[in-house]
Every structure is written in structure tokens, then in C-alpha cells.
């Protein structure tokens, strides 16, 4: 275990310093993409981050990781896509999409396979043994971290940090739209996969998947996430890469990262993002299975009971 998982303050007194030490082997294109200079990578590896409001996390993520993405000579770009909006909850799924479509958008003459990794700012990876690189399946890198005892909470986890290659993100139609606040757009995210013909994921061997997380300030949870997640299978197909519905507000080339700064729409009702699923009236078939099988009680625990009377997510509601 590092000594900052608890509180980083001691690994931010000991690294705050100069920007992360870049090795004399590597090169970048000024656009946030590094290369090595003594061999060709066979993937072009993008991290995504979801971002909002943790610029001491950014500053220890890339001290920490930018020495180890070089050390196992990755063709590598560090995305940091922020929400501007604070009236509104986090939505981690909007940037991940809005994360993707920048990373194809980014020039690639070699044509190599684009290898997501979708990344929370928070974890901190313990060791140089887990390659930042894509394999035939979707995988679930986070396996195990400090603060849960180095163990999968719940075996169906898929959340923290995940490697996809760009072409498996796209065929799943990404993230939903919908997820605003803490939880439950990881698992939605999931069960998309095996809907696109991606199972089994696979989940790294926690001998070597294990991860730090920083401290930060309790997120608040989606009240709507159950509900969601529930019903998640009747829009797989209309919400996600193809609803997704936000301006890029501008682009900063900073030396180690690029920052993407994303607003939303201000009004969900009249969006792609609610519309395009909503609209029609929404079926209850998928949430009664559901609610009946075990696996979504030990997945959800109690809280079903509490929220499968939501119908419509308050942010698509018409009033
Ligand atoms: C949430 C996930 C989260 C996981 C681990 C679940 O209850 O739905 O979004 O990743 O807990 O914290
Ligand atoms: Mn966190």
C-alpha cells in the first residue's frame, strides 16, 4: 500500500514540485500525444477522465502516472474532459462519450487500434506491472483497492478504471446520458457490453490490478440510478454515443494532458439526450423482471425498494 491513500497531503508535499520527469526516449506531438522514440506501439492508448473541480488530484494523477506510461513505452494521450456546469450533478457518462468522439477526432496517420482507458482521477495504480493497453476483451482494470481491502466489492464491479479499445465503445453506443450524480452508470455501462456481444469482460488479476484512491469530499448519489439501471436495457440502443448532445467550449493543449472543456444543454427536455428515448412513454416490463431476480438485489442491495417508482428521470421529465 502507498503511503498517500489515505490522505495525500504527504504524497502532495513530496510531488508537487516540477512538472512529471519526461524520459530523454520520448517525444510528443505538442497535442497532448507522446510517443516513444525507439519503437512503434502497437495501440494507440487515450485516458479518459471525467473531470470536475479536482485540480490537486490532476496534479499528483499526472506526476504519478506519466513516468509509468513512459516506463512501459505506451503511445499515450492524457484526456481530461471537464464539466463547466455546476448547477448540476456530475455526469460522468456525457464526458466519457464526449471523451471518445475527441479521441477520434485526434489526427492518427499510423492507423493503430485507439485503446480507451476510461479512468477515474482518483486512483493511483500501485505498481508498473499492469500495462495501460487493450486485450481482445473489455476489462476491468481497478480490480482491487486499498480503501475496499484489495477486493471486488460486488462481482459484477465495473467501474474505476477500465481499458476498451475505441471500436468496443462505439458498438456498445457507449455510456447513457442519464446518469447525473454518484453511481450506477458503471453497471448500466456493463450490461451494454454483453448486449453488443462483448461478454464475457474480463477482470484483471488482482495480484497486479491494485490501486491507491485518494481522499476526496462524499459526491452526491443519483437518486435516479437504481431506477436507471433497472430499465437500462430498453435504451441501450437510443441513449448514449448516438443521443449525446454537448458543445465543446474550448480545447487547452497543456504539456502533459489535453483539457477538454464540455457544457451541456441547458434544457434536457427539449435534448437528443432525453428525447430520443422519452418520448414514446416508457415500458415497466424490464424494471418488474428485474426487481424479481436476486441477482439485482445483491447488485443493489436495499435500495430498489425505495426508487422503482420513478418513472421518468427528473431531468426529462415534461412538466
Ligand atoms: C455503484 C457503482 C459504483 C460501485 C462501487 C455501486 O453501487 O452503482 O457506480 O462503482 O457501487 O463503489
Ligand atoms: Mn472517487
Same mark, same amino acid.
Given at each position: 500500500?502507498?503511503?498517500?491513500?489515505?490522505?495525500?497531503?504527504?504524497?502532495?508535499?513530496?510531488?508537487?514540485?516540477?512538472?512529471?520527469?519526461?524520459?530523454?526516449?520520448?517525444?510528443?506531438?505538442?497535442?497532448?500525444?507522446?510517443?516513444?522514440?525507439?519503437?512503434?506501439?502497437?495501440?494507440?492508448?487515450?485516458?479518459?477522465?471525467?473531470?470536475?473541480?479536482?485540480?490537486?488530484?490532476?496534479?499528483?494523477?499526472?506526476?504519478?502516472?506519466?513516468?509509468?506510461?513512459?516506463?512501459?513505452?505506451?503511445?499515450?494521450?492524457?484526456?481530461?474532459?471537464?464539466?463547466?456546469?455546476?448547477?448540476?450533478?456530475?455526469?460522468?457518462?456525457?464526458?466519457?462519450?464526449?471523451?471518445?468522439?475527441?479521441?477520434?477526432?485526434?489526427?492518427?496517420?499510423?492507423?493503430?487500434?485507439?485503446?480507451?482507458?476510461?479512468?477515474?482521477?482518483?486512483?493511483?495504480?500501485?505498481?508498473?506491472?499492469?500495462?495501460?493497453?487493450?486485450?481482445?476483451?473489455?476489462?476491468?482494470?481497478?480490480?482491487?483497492?486499498?480503501?475496499?481491502?484489495?477486493?471486488?466489492?460486488?462481482?459484477?464491479?465495473?467501474?474505476?478504471?477500465?481499458?476498451?479499445?475505441?471500436?468496443?465503445?462505439?458498438?456498445?453506443?457507449?455510456?447513457?446520458?442519464?446518469?447525473?450524480?454518484?453511481?450506477?452508470?458503471?453497471?448500466?455501462?456493463?450490461?451494454?457490453?454483453?448486449?453488443?456481444?462483448?461478454?464475457?469482460?474480463?477482470?484483471?488479476?488482482?495480484?497486479?490490478?491494485?490501486?491507491?484512491?485518494?481522499?476526496?469530499?462524499?459526491?452526491?448519489?443519483?437518486?435516479?440510478?437504481?431506477?436507471?439501471?433497472?430499465?437500462?436495457?430498453?435504451?441501450?440502443?437510443?441513449?448514449?454515443?448516438?443521443?449525446?448532445?454537448?458543445?465543446?467550449?474550448?480545447?487547452?493543449?497543456?504539456?502533459?494532458?489535453?483539457?477538454?472543456?464540455?457544457?451541456?444543454?441547458?434544457?434536457?427536455?427539449?435534448?437528443?439526450?432525453?428525447?430520443?428515448?422519452?418520448?414514446?412513454?416508457?415500458?415497466?416490463?424490464?424494471?418488474?423482471?428485474?426487481?424479481?431476480?436476486? /441477482? !439485482? %438485489? =445483491? $447488485? +443493489? *442491495?436495499? /435500495? !430498489? %425498494? =425505495? $426508487? +422503482? *417508482?420513478? /418513472? !421518468?428521470?427528473?431531468?426529462?421529465?415534461? /412538466?
Amino acid at each position: 500500500m502507498l503511503n498517500f491513500s489515505k490522505n495525500y497531503t504527504t504524497y502532495k508535499s513530496l510531488h508537487m514540485g516540477p512538472s512529471p520527469v519526461v524520459q530523454s526516449t520520448y517525444t510528443t506531438d505538442g497535442r497532448g500525444r507522446w510517443f516513444p522514440l525507439t519503437c512503434r506501439p502497437r495501440q494507440r492508448t487515450v485516458i479518459v477522465i471525467p473531470f470536475r473541480d479536482r485540480d490537486d488530484h490532476l496534479k499528483i494523477f499526472l506526476d504519478h502516472y506519466v513516468p509509468i506510461l513512459q516506463r512501459q513505452l505506451l503511445d499515450y494521450t492524457i484526456l481530461v474532459v471537464e464539466q463547466q456546469d455546476f448547477t448540476r450533478r456530475f455526469n460522468k457518462g456525457v464526458m466519457f462519450n464526449a471523451g471518445y468522439k475527441t479521441a477520434l477526432s485526434m489526427t492518427d496517420e499510423d492507423q493503430v487500434p485507439l485503446c480507451l482507458i476510461l479512468h477515474d482521477i482518483d486512483l493511483l495504480l500501485e505498481n508498473d506491472r499492469l500495462t495501460y493497453e487493450c486485450s481482445q476483451h473489455p476489462t476491468h482494470l481497478s480490480v482491487g483497492i486499498d480503501t475496499m481491502e484489495y477486493r471486488l466489492c460486488y462481482t459484477l464491479l465495473f467501474g474505476g478504471v477500465v481499458a476498451i479499445f475505441g471500436e468496443q465503445f462505439n458498438i456498445s453506443n457507449g455510456f447513457s446520458n442519464l446518469f447525473f450524480g454518484w453511481g450506477g452508470e458503471d453497471d448500466d455501462f456493463r450490461g451494454r457490453l454483453g448486449e453488443a456481444g462483448l461478454f464475457p469482460v474480463h477482470h484483471e488479476n488482482r495480484t497486479i490490478a491494485r490501486y491507491s484512491m485518494l481522499t476526496h469530499d462524499q459526491v452526491e448519489k443519483s437518486e435516479a440510478r437504481v431506477y436507471l439501471w433497472l430499465t437500462g436495457p430498453e435504451r441501450f440502443h437510443c441513449d448514449g454515443l448516438n443521443s449525446v448532445e454537448y458543445t465543446v467550449d474550448s480545447i487547452h493543449y497543456k504539456e502533459h494532458y489535453v483539457l477538454i472543456k464540455i457544457d451541456m444543454p441547458t434544457d434536457f427536455k427539449t435534448s437528443s439526450m432525453c428525447l430520443d428515448c422519452f418520448s414514446g412513454g416508457l415500458k415497466t416490463k424490464t424494471i418488474q423482471k428485474a426487481v424479481n431476480t436476486s /441477482t !439485482v %438485489n =445483491s $447488485t +443493489v *442491495n436495499n /435500495t !430498489v %425498494n =425505495s $426508487t +422503482v *417508482n420513478i /418513472t !421518468v428521470p427528473e431531468i426529462c421529465k415534461m /412538466t
